[in-house]
């Protein structure tokens, strides 16, 4: 089964760090472009970063996230520090090109 499952979510206060993790199944991430995603309340899905032969950054993450992946694990990692509320959002990975259905996703949420 094809398939991606995000974990590492959390809830952080503001300038804190996480680090989340996208398992891939049914496919070898190797093979495309890995990317992430977040999706806050009562907004649209946008981008965060993606990782090929370059790294790709949103500019509201640029400098405080960084992408990265494990080949040998078929497993991608975003590591987010310098956390901001407006960060809260539930967050995706997928591939590039011809995305996989969505997993449910990591929650991040970052409050005091």
């Known amino acids: 089964q094809v398939q991606v499952v995000e974990s590492g979510g959390g809830l952080v206060q503001p300038g804190g760090s996480l680090r989340l993790s996208c398992v891939a199944s049914?496919?070898?991430?190797?093979?495309?472009?890995p990317k992430w995603y977040r999706q806050a309340p009562g907004k649209e899905r946008e981008f965060v970063a993606a990782i090929g032969s370059w790294l790709n950054y949103a500019d509201s993450v640029k400098g405080r996230f960084t992408i990265s992946r494990d080949s040998a694990k078929n497993m991608v990692y975003l590591q987010m520090n310098s956390l901001k509320p407006e960060d809260t959002a539930v967050y995706y990975c997928n591939r590039f090109p011809s995305p996989v259905p969505w997993g449910q996703g990591t929650q991040v949420t970052v409050s005091s």
């Open positions: 049914g496919f070898t991430f190797s093979a495309y472009t």
